[in-house]
């Protein structure tokens, strides 16, 4: 086990420098710098403000720089754009907000995702199960940035119960709509990988055994078929994290919530490219710790995989 | 021996007269399922229609994606609504363009970017996964570590910030959503070479010493073709959505060329001004369309899955 993770260190970071460096590079080589604007910069001025960041330097030690404060120092360097702030004031206003309602979406998803796809898998052929997989279906075709137009055209404009944007430190409200136009389409991605798994196992001889010994049908589904039907499950939880972390730059901008996303997407149309490598780099961290997780949580969790 | 000749005779005349039964193919029996499969046809038919429509119904419209119809603007709300009258069959957008043919336009971009994000996809994912599996040892393990390194790139992003560093294009796009696509199919095809590899008639062909290239472009690859076909047809919304989600951004492809994403963006920005068409017509579009990509994908899969026979 102890192996198996050191292992699987060994490939995360050099994923991690080779992010680092390979957007760097992306960058150095962008036509025309940073303070390119309409009206040209004197010389000297613009030396000076190359000077100050560091870009006058080779590109070694520029990446050496670069890659060293942050691995060290969790330092992404100023925001080229905001001169009185750094990335790291930005990523520190925007993060909390990213991950409170993130992780809610995850816990919503993973929550109904596995009660639908284990109540459709009991009940086979009823109409609950007909629900669940038309559901699962209709997620698949409503990415966020669809569902999200649509629950505000709903919830705000036609009934008026929720406000359509923004975030009030925190609100309930504020965090529903969010929380739903994330969720929706993993939910309904575990709801299936649940639904199929769980009938396979239910179909499996050692649940025959237990009917035939008599146990109740919940307790057959809660200690012997739960933990190997959820196999599958956690293996798609790593893609669907990223996906979410991905999602919440829609849902920063249509929820106008003031996440991570906002600033990547503003970033973006700005030309401020410390910030968006920034982020890109932050959420690189977050996936491949969390890839990481989901792999050692699944090494522990089936008994047929020995590293 | 008359007796005997006589009956082999007639035998003779039997096996000679008998009709000729025609092999049933995986692929005949793939298509009779397929056929039969009412779901899977009428989205074939649909989404046809709505290829063809995207191309055709263009040369219908009195406008076209970039006229401003200065009537209509200023008063979008009551003068852009969809009518036969003014010739804005979807009505107009906040600019006072014509509606319709931006829709149409739009859907050329995001079908031409589903189509050839998936055609990259198939073409790079099934060389580097044919190679990788077949050589196996080294080769493979050191291939499949550097699809496992690109995979835990959050692609999105590093997407993104191509677009912005580079100028915006529809080239850029397509180069960059094909960078992402071809590695779950590397990975798909990697697996059934594997296990396609050991069969007797791969090992016949190197036993008579049939060089590894032939192998792999005669025996190999035709083999993959169903489960290939399969993927590709499930990869193709997933481009799409990609390439929606990147104009949603306001990222993607520039004025006046326009996609699916970037019109849902624009209706969903100004829906509370009372112009719902402008968000219903590109979504009514980008749904149809990719619940169809979807069926079609599962009719072909359960047409060419063999377990579910």
């Known amino acids: 086990m102890i192996y198996f993770i050191i292992r699987r260190l060994a490939v995360s970071i050099p994923t991690l420098l080779i992010l680092i460096i390979l957007s760097f590079i992306l960058m150095y080589s962008a036509p025309g710098g940073p303070f390119t604007s309409e009206r040209p910069l004197p010389p000297q001025v613009l030396a000076n403000i190359q000077a100050k960041y560091g870009l006058d330097d080779p590109l070694w030690k520029q990446i050496w720089d670069y890659t060293y404060g942050i691995i060290f120092n969790f330092d992404f360097g100023p925001s080229f754009r905001y001169k009185d702030r750094s990335v790291n004031d930005i990523i520190a206003q925007g993060f909390p907000v990213t991950l409170t309602y993130g992780t809610w979406s995850f816990i919503v998803a993973v929550f109904f995702g596995c009660s639908l796809g284990i109540i459709a898998a009991i009940r086979q052929n009823s109409w609950l199960d007909y629900f669940a997989v038309g559901v699962s279906i209709g997620a698949q075709v409503l990415p966020n940035f669809v569902l999200a137009p649509i629950l505000v055209l709903v919830f705000t404009l036609l009934l008026g119960w929720l406000p359509g944007g923004g975030w009030n430190g925190g609100q309930w409200q504020c965090i529903v709509m969010p929380v739903i136009a994330l969720s929706t389409s993993y939910m309904a991605s575990i709801a299936r990988l649940m639904r199929s798994s769980m009938l396979e196992v239910l179909n499996s001889n050692f649940i025959r055994t237990a009917k035939a010994k008599g146990l109740p049908v919940k307790l057959i589904i809660f200690r012997h078929a739960l933990k190997p039907s959820l196999l599958p499950v956690i293996s798609y939880l790593g893609p669907a994290f990223v996906g979410m972390i991905t999602g919440s730059v829609v849902i920063d901008l249509y929820f106008s919530t003031g996440g991570i996303g906002l600033h990547f997407v503003n970033g973006a149309l700005n030309r401020d490219y410390s910030t968006i490598m920034g982020i890109t780099i932050l959420v690189g961290i977050l996936t491949i710790t969390f890839n990481l997780i989901v792999d050692i949580l699944y090494a522990w969790i089936d008994p047929k995989i020995r590293y | ?309």
């Open chain 2, 1 to 309: 021996m008359f007796l005997k000749n006589n009956k082999n005779n007639s035998l003779f005349n039997n096996i000679n007269n008998l009709d000729y039964i025609e092999g049933r193919s995986l692929f005949d029996d793939a298509r009779r399922r397929f056929l039969l499969n009412k779901a899977a046809m009428i989205s074939l038919l649909l989404l046809t229609l709505i290829v063809l429509f995207s191309f055709i119904g263009p040369f219908f419209s009195q406008w076209t994606n970039e006229e401003i119809d200065w009537n209509a603007l200023g008063n979008i709300a009551t003068l852009g609504k969809p009518s036969i009258s003014t010739g804005h069959f979807f009505g107009t957008d906040e600019l006072g363009r014509d509606l319709y043919s931006r829709v149409l336009q739009g859907s050329q971009i995001s079908l031409m970017v589903g189509f050839v994000g998936a055609l990259i996809a198939v073409v790079v994912g099934t060389i580097y996964g044919t190679i990788a599996g077949y050589f196996g040892g080294k080769v493979d393990s050191i291939m499949m570590r550097i699809v496992d390194v690109l995979m835990s790139i959050p692609y999105m992003f590093v997407l993104i910030i191509l677009m912005v560093i580079f100028e915006r294009s529809v080239i850029l796009l397509f180069i960059g959503i094909g960078l992402i696509s071809w590695l779950d199919m590397a990975r798909i095809v990697r697996g059934q070479t594997l296990s396609l590899k050991n069969k007797e008639f791969i090992e016949a062909s190197i036993a008579i010493g049939v060089k590894n290239y032939i192998i792999i472009v005669k025996h190999i690859v035709p083999n993959l073709l169903g489960i290939v076909a399969v993927y590709a047809t499930l990869l193709i919304p997933g481009m799409i959505i990609t390439e929606s989600f990147i104009s949603f951004l306001g990222l993607g492809v520039q004025e006046p060329l326009t996609s699916w994403g970037a019109l849902i963006s624009e209706g969903a920005r100004t829906m509370q001004y009372g112009t719902l068409w402008q968000l219903l017509f590109p979504l009514s579009f980008f749904i149809v369309s990719l619940f169809c990509f979807y069926f079609i994908g599962d009719g072909l899969r359960d047409a060419l899955d063999p377990k579910d026979r």
